[in-house]
Protein backbone atom coordinates (compact mmCIF):
# COMPACT_ATOMS: atom_id res chain seq x y z
CA UNK A 1 0.00 0.00 0.00
CA UNK A 2 1.34 3.39 -1.16
CA UNK A 3 1.90 5.75 2.17
CA UNK A 4 3.90 7.99 4.19
CA UNK A 5 4.25 6.81 7.89
CA UNK A 6 5.17 8.67 10.91
CA UNK A 7 6.61 7.65 14.30
CA UNK A 8 5.62 8.30 16.68
CA UNK A 9 2.03 9.28 16.67
CA UNK A 10 2.18 11.01 19.86
CA UNK A 11 5.11 11.82 22.23
CA UNK A 12 5.10 13.81 25.70
CA UNK A 13 8.37 15.11 26.39
CA UNK A 14 10.62 18.08 28.40
CA UNK A 15 12.61 20.86 27.80
CA UNK A 16 15.97 20.10 26.30
CA UNK A 17 15.36 16.65 25.72
CA UNK A 18 16.32 15.91 21.96
CA UNK A 19 13.78 14.08 19.51
CA UNK A 20 13.74 13.08 16.23
CA UNK A 21 10.65 12.05 14.50
CA UNK A 22 10.50 9.98 11.34
CA UNK A 23 9.19 10.23 8.12
CA UNK A 24 9.14 7.40 5.37
CA UNK A 25 7.36 7.49 1.66
CA UNK A 26 6.89 3.89 -0.24
CA UNK A 27 6.11 6.27 -3.08
CA UNK A 28 9.75 6.72 -4.92
CA UNK A 29 8.41 10.39 -4.49
CA UNK A 30 11.25 12.74 -4.83
CA UNK A 31 9.93 15.91 -2.96
CA UNK A 32 9.22 15.58 1.13
CA UNK A 33 8.29 18.60 3.47
CA UNK A 34 7.29 18.67 7.21
CA UNK A 35 4.47 20.81 8.48
CA UNK A 36 3.52 22.11 11.46
CA UNK A 37 0.04 22.88 12.42
CA UNK A 38 -1.42 25.39 14.82
CA UNK A 39 -5.08 26.06 15.84
CA UNK A 40 -5.87 29.25 13.56
CA UNK A 41 -2.76 29.25 11.57
CA UNK A 42 -3.12 26.36 9.16
CA UNK A 43 -0.25 23.90 8.00
CA UNK A 44 3.05 26.05 8.31
CA UNK A 45 6.52 25.00 6.78
CA UNK A 46 9.24 24.01 8.75
CA UNK A 47 11.43 22.04 5.92
CA UNK A 48 11.48 20.96 2.24
CA UNK A 49 13.85 18.66 0.08
CA UNK A 50 13.71 18.58 -3.24
CA UNK A 51 15.64 15.18 -3.48
CA UNK A 52 18.47 13.22 -1.76
CA UNK A 53 21.37 15.56 0.19
CA UNK A 54 18.91 18.65 -1.06
CA UNK A 55 17.14 20.23 1.99
CA UNK A 56 15.67 23.57 2.30
CA UNK A 57 14.46 25.74 4.90
CA UNK A 58 10.95 26.33 4.90
CA UNK A 59 8.65 29.48 6.60
CA UNK A 60 9.35 27.92 10.45
CA UNK A 61 12.22 26.39 10.67
CA UNK A 62 14.04 27.76 13.78
CA UNK A 63 14.69 25.21 16.31
CA UNK A 64 14.41 22.13 13.80
CA UNK A 65 17.04 20.38 11.79
CA UNK A 66 16.47 17.43 8.82
CA UNK A 67 18.63 15.23 7.17
CA UNK A 68 17.67 13.61 3.48
CA UNK A 69 20.02 10.87 3.07
CA UNK A 70 17.89 8.52 1.44
CA UNK A 71 15.01 9.03 -0.98
CA UNK A 72 12.28 7.58 1.43
CA UNK A 73 13.40 8.97 4.65
CA UNK A 74 13.11 12.15 5.74
CA UNK A 75 13.70 12.59 9.80
CA UNK A 76 12.78 16.01 11.92
CA UNK A 77 14.65 16.35 14.25
CA UNK A 78 14.20 18.59 17.62
CA UNK A 79 18.06 19.02 19.52
CA UNK A 80 16.33 20.92 22.26
CA UNK A 81 12.59 20.99 21.86
CA UNK A 82 11.09 23.84 23.83
CA UNK A 83 7.32 24.59 24.79
CA UNK A 84 6.44 26.40 21.74
CA UNK A 85 7.40 23.45 19.81
CA UNK A 86 4.19 21.45 21.00
CA UNK A 87 2.19 21.16 17.92
CA UNK A 88 0.76 18.45 15.67
CA UNK A 89 3.42 17.65 12.74
CA UNK A 90 2.92 16.28 9.56
CA UNK A 91 5.33 15.05 6.69
CA UNK A 92 4.17 14.47 3.55
CA UNK A 93 5.39 13.67 -0.09
CA UNK A 94 5.26 14.44 -3.62
CA UNK A 95 6.35 12.98 -7.12
CA UNK A 96 8.52 15.81 -7.82
CA UNK A 97 8.38 19.64 -6.11
CA UNK A 98 6.72 21.39 -8.78
CA UNK A 99 3.37 23.61 -8.70
CA UNK A 100 0.80 20.78 -9.56
CA UNK A 101 2.18 17.70 -7.63
CA UNK A 102 -0.58 16.17 -4.68
CA UNK A 103 0.63 16.10 -1.39
CA UNK A 104 0.11 12.64 0.63
CA UNK A 105 0.47 13.18 3.86
CA UNK A 106 1.61 11.13 7.12
CA UNK A 107 -0.79 10.47 9.78
CA UNK A 108 0.27 13.24 11.86
CA UNK A 109 2.63 13.33 15.34
CA UNK A 110 1.09 15.09 17.76
CA UNK A 111 3.74 16.52 20.01
CA UNK A 112 3.74 17.91 23.37
CA UNK A 113 6.74 19.70 25.24
CA UNK A 114 6.69 20.19 28.62
CA UNK B 1 -2.93 40.50 6.46
CA UNK B 2 -2.38 36.45 5.70
CA UNK B 3 -1.30 35.57 2.45
CA UNK B 4 -4.44 33.01 2.31
CA UNK B 5 -7.39 33.63 4.02
CA UNK B 6 -10.89 31.61 5.19
CA UNK B 7 -13.22 31.90 6.94
CA UNK B 8 -12.98 29.35 9.86
CA UNK B 9 -16.37 29.03 10.49
CA UNK B 10 -18.31 26.76 11.56
CA UNK B 11 -20.64 26.47 9.28
CA UNK B 12 -23.53 24.42 9.98
CA UNK B 13 -25.17 23.07 7.45
CA UNK B 14 -28.65 20.70 7.08
CA UNK B 15 -28.16 17.56 5.58
CA UNK B 16 -29.09 17.84 1.78
CA UNK B 17 -28.69 21.80 1.78
CA UNK B 18 -26.00 23.35 -0.17
CA UNK B 19 -22.87 25.19 1.05
CA UNK B 20 -20.35 27.39 -0.31
CA UNK B 21 -17.40 28.71 1.00
CA UNK B 22 -14.68 31.43 -0.22
CA UNK B 23 -10.59 31.61 -0.05
CA UNK B 24 -9.10 34.48 -0.95
CA UNK B 25 -5.23 34.76 -1.70
CA UNK B 26 -3.17 37.90 -1.67
CA UNK B 27 -0.21 36.81 -4.32
CA UNK B 28 -1.35 37.68 -7.86
CA UNK B 29 1.65 35.19 -9.02
CA UNK B 30 0.09 32.33 -7.51
CA UNK B 31 0.28 29.88 -10.11
CA UNK B 32 -2.60 26.40 -9.02
CA UNK B 33 -4.77 26.00 -6.66
CA UNK B 34 -6.36 23.04 -3.83
CA UNK B 35 -9.18 22.35 -1.93
CA UNK B 36 -7.57 19.57 0.65
CA UNK B 37 -10.21 17.95 2.79
CA UNK B 38 -8.97 16.98 6.23
CA UNK B 39 -11.20 14.87 9.19
CA UNK B 40 -10.89 16.02 12.87
CA UNK B 41 -6.73 14.97 13.84
CA UNK B 42 -6.35 13.64 10.60
CA UNK B 43 -3.89 14.12 7.68
CA UNK B 44 -5.13 16.56 5.02
CA UNK B 45 -6.28 14.65 2.01
CA UNK B 46 -6.45 16.14 -1.72
CA UNK B 47 -10.33 16.60 -2.50
CA UNK B 48 -9.76 18.61 -5.63
CA UNK B 49 -7.43 20.56 -7.58
CA UNK B 50 -8.86 24.37 -8.88
CA UNK B 51 -8.29 24.98 -12.77
CA UNK B 52 -9.45 28.56 -14.56
CA UNK B 53 -12.30 27.21 -16.10
CA UNK B 54 -13.55 25.79 -13.22
CA UNK B 55 -14.19 22.33 -12.37
CA UNK B 56 -17.00 19.83 -10.96
CA UNK B 57 -16.86 16.46 -9.21
CA UNK B 58 -20.05 14.97 -8.66
CA UNK B 59 -21.55 17.25 -5.68
CA UNK B 60 -17.98 18.99 -5.64
CA UNK B 61 -17.46 22.23 -7.86
CA UNK B 62 -14.00 24.36 -7.89
CA UNK B 63 -14.03 28.17 -9.35
CA UNK B 64 -11.26 29.92 -9.00
CA UNK B 65 -11.48 33.72 -9.74
CA UNK B 66 -8.24 35.58 -10.39
CA UNK B 67 -9.96 39.16 -10.78
CA UNK B 68 -10.73 39.08 -7.18
CA UNK B 69 -8.18 36.51 -6.41
CA UNK B 70 -10.48 34.36 -5.03
CA UNK B 71 -11.72 30.33 -5.07
CA UNK B 72 -14.39 28.81 -4.10
CA UNK B 73 -15.86 25.53 -3.12
CA UNK B 74 -19.65 24.39 -3.56
CA UNK B 75 -20.90 21.41 -2.47
CA UNK B 76 -24.62 20.39 -3.29
CA UNK B 77 -26.66 17.74 -1.35
CA UNK B 78 -24.75 17.59 1.62
CA UNK B 79 -23.92 14.44 3.56
CA UNK B 80 -23.13 14.01 6.79
CA UNK B 81 -19.79 12.63 5.62
CA UNK B 82 -19.02 15.66 4.35
CA UNK B 83 -18.40 16.84 7.62
CA UNK B 84 -14.79 17.68 7.69
CA UNK B 85 -12.57 21.12 7.83
CA UNK B 86 -11.60 22.53 4.12
CA UNK B 87 -8.41 23.74 3.68
CA UNK B 88 -7.10 25.70 0.98
CA UNK B 89 -3.65 25.79 -0.77
CA UNK B 90 -2.55 27.99 -3.02
CA UNK B 91 0.92 26.97 -4.93
CA UNK B 92 2.64 30.85 -5.09
CA UNK B 93 6.10 31.55 -6.39
CA UNK B 94 9.20 32.21 -4.23
CA UNK B 95 12.07 32.78 -6.13
CA UNK B 96 12.98 30.31 -8.77
CA UNK B 97 10.98 27.74 -6.17
CA UNK B 98 6.95 27.05 -5.58
CA UNK B 99 5.47 26.92 -2.13
CA UNK B 100 2.28 26.02 -1.17
CA UNK B 101 0.62 28.13 1.72
CA UNK B 102 -2.12 26.96 3.12
CA UNK B 103 -5.05 28.76 4.83
CA UNK B 104 -6.47 27.96 8.36
CA UNK B 105 -9.51 26.41 7.08
CA UNK B 106 -13.23 26.63 7.04
CA UNK B 107 -14.76 24.16 9.65
CA UNK B 108 -18.23 22.29 7.76
CA UNK B 109 -20.37 20.63 10.10
CA UNK B 110 -24.12 18.83 8.35
CA UNK B 111 -26.53 18.07 10.34
CA UNK B 112 -29.27 15.39 10.35
Known amino acids: EAQVTQNPRYLITVTGKKLTVTCSQNMNHEYMSWYRQDPGLGLRQIYY???????DKGDVPEGYKVSRKEKRNFPLILESPSPNQTSLYFCASSLRGTSYNEQFFGPGTRLTVL | RKEVEQDPGPFNVPEGATVAFNCTYSNSASQSFFWYRQDCRKEPKLLMSVYSSGNEDGRFTAQLNRASQYISLLIRDSKLSDSATYLCVVNTARGSNYQLIWGAGTKLIIKP
Open chain 1, 49 to 55: SMNVEVT
